[in-house]
């Protein structure tokens, strides 16, 4: 099978990573580059050994050697790019957050359908985790009964960008350019996670809070203006539901956690457990006990802990592997659209105080 030729548009921060999966990889390499910043993009191909620097993104597009994209941009200009590489005819992984609004989001999911190729979301990056894959294919086969609520729950004790981490990237903080903060960040995975774990409900509502820790301001006089805390309540039809927390800067370890809820079974992440309700007969019982009494079965489901890490490569290569294969990749742009849907919805919640609806 040939390999899937690539271009890459941005060559900040998350563009090395793209670049480290495809290494030797058999599946697909970089053979474009191109960034705003000419010099950015030179040493960029210099480092990895990239044969063309395109001057401009039609450049890019025009080259017949380019099968495919990958949009690097920070999130403010993640539609144009994609939008354009969909009508020249290359299928496109865009990074996270997939857009600002869902208007944005639909023209870019539209864009894809009309040109018949695929375009996939780097927000899914988690479905590429062996745990959750291994949840998700559990929750189709009916182990788990109907899972009717998912939490997920990731601290960061001091981790907000352009400040503890990427000092560089200053843009992290800044609303017009990132769109938002932690919930951009990492809660736009948790929320493609728990619906993805539900079976993908259609959300009906959506409740959140948010907090900038203004206690702790970046350094250099850098100016914030989006949140570092976030809690977001998401209802779904069918009585499902989720709650998704998360934070650049608290002041708590210990606290992270993934649980689905399922009629039959639960599960419980890192590593991945399955829990299960066994009926006890014959124990002693307390007066205040009815007949039934039960007791948590646990039985560890992978050997290994959960590496939530691993895939920031793996989102990359099985990208290219779905293109080669001539199928949708496992992180669809419509699901992405869906989860911008949520993101807008929370951030009007938290301005009006009140729980939106989607309709």
């Avoid at 870019?108 to 996939?120: I, S």
């Amino acid at each position: 099978m040939a390999k899937v030729r690539v271009g890459i548009i941005g060559t900040g921060t998350i563009a090395q990573s793209h670049a480290t999966a495809l290494k030797d990889y058999p599946g697909g390499e970089i053979v474009s580059v191109f960034d705003v910043l000419g010099d950015r993009a030179d040493a960029y191909a210099q480092k990895w050994a990239v044969p063309n620097v395109a001057r401009s993104i039609d450049e890019m597009l025009a080259n017949k050697d380019v099968d495919a994209v990958i949009v690097c941009t920070p999130p403010f200009a993640h539609a144009e790019p994609t939008i354009k590489a969909l009508q020249a005819g290359k299928h496109v992984l865009c990074e996270k957050p997939f857009a600002l609004d869902p208007k944005e989001a639909e023209r870019m999911v539209e864009t894809a359908e009309r040109a018949g190729r695929f375009l996939a979301c780097a927000s899914a990056r988690n479905r590429c985790d062996l745990a959750q894959r291994r949840a998700h294919e559990m929750m189709e086969q009916g182990e788990l009964g109907d899972v009717y609520h998912v939490r997920w729950s990731r601290w960061r004790f001091r981790g907000r960008p352009g400040h503890h981490i990427f000092p560089e990237s200053h843009w992290f903080l800044d609303m017009q350019r990132a769109g938002g903060g932690a919930m951009m960040d990492i809660a736009v995975y948790q929320i493609d996670s728990v619906l993805w774990l539900m079976g993908n409900p259609k959300v009906t509502s959506v409740m959140a809070s948010m907090r900038q820790i203004s206690e702790e301001p970046p350094p250099n006089g850098v100016k914030q203006d989006v949140e570092d805390h976030i809690v977001i309540m998401i209802s779904c039809a069918g009585g499902k539901s989720a709650i998704v927390e998360t934070a650049w800067v608290s002041n708590v370890k210990g606290a992270d956690g993934l649980f689905v809820f399922g009629t039959r079974a639960g599960l419980r992440f890192d590593p991945l457990t399955k829990i299960t309700a066994r009926r006890r007969d014959g124990d002693l019982k307390m007066p205040w006990m009815g007949e039934e009494t039960y007791s948590a079965v646990e039985e560890q489901v992978l050997l290994t802990p959960d590496n939530y890490s691993q895939d920031f490569g793996n989102v990359t290569q099985q990208f290219v592997n779905g293109i080669a294969a001539g199928r949708q990749p496992y992180t669809p742009g419509r699901d992405a659209l869906e989860v911008t849907r949520v993101i807008t919805a929370a951030y009007e919640s938290v301005k009006s105080g009140k729980m939106v609806a989607l309709v």
